[in-house]
């Protein structure tokens, strides 16, 4: 398999566009267009302020595709929309600090944190989802996550999780 001397990835033959691969070049040829990023920021602000249900979104934004992948089999990758991205914070209350405390000292997995991780993660992909549907994407490509914990220095107890996703939101071809 050949590997695209851009972006150092090992590609299959379908997916090189001359010496480097499509998602390198698709990159290479986007032009930056000011005025229309302004217009996007505007249409996704108008969208956030406006008082659209989110499950009709959640719906409607049902059909994204997200993969961790960089191509989607069977289907061919349009253009690159843009970079989306999506976080989610959750907060661990004192009764969930105890029941890990427990497990902690006397080991076995923690339900209840495990949930609060799956939870967090499904709530993160529902948002990247609703993100790549307001930009007008088909797909979101290359679907990184990222967790951390932050401790609530408050006396009570708790702290919050945070679930971060990014990836290439890009249109599909037939």
């Known amino acids: ?57 959640d719906k409607a934004a049902s059909s994204v595709i997200l993969t961790t992948a960089f191509d989607i089999p069977g289907r061919e990758t349009g253009e690159i929309v843009d970079i989306v991205g999506a976080e989610v914070a959750i907060g661990v209350n004192i009764f969930k600090d105890i029941a890990n405390a427990w497990r902690d000292t006397f080991g076995g997995r923690s339900n209840t944190v495990q949930t609060t991780l799956r939870d967090a993660r499904v709530q993160c992909q529902a948002e990247l989802r609703r993100e790549a549907f307001r930009i007008g994407a088909d797909a979101v490509i290359g679907v990184r996550f990222a967790y951390s914990e932050a401790s609530v220095a408050t006396g009570t107890g708790g702290g919050i999780l945070f679930v971060s996703a990014t990836g290439t939101a890009v249109s599909l071809g037939d």
């Open 1 to 57: 398999m050949p590997i695209c001397p851009k972006c150092g990835q090992t590609r299959q033959v379908e997916v090189m566009r001359g010496d480097i691969c499509i998602y390198c070049s698709n990159i290479a040829s986007m032009q930056v267009d000011d005025e229309a990023i302004d217009r996007d920021r505007m249409a996704l602000n108008r969208d956030r302020a406006a008082n659209v249900s989110v499950v009709s979104l």
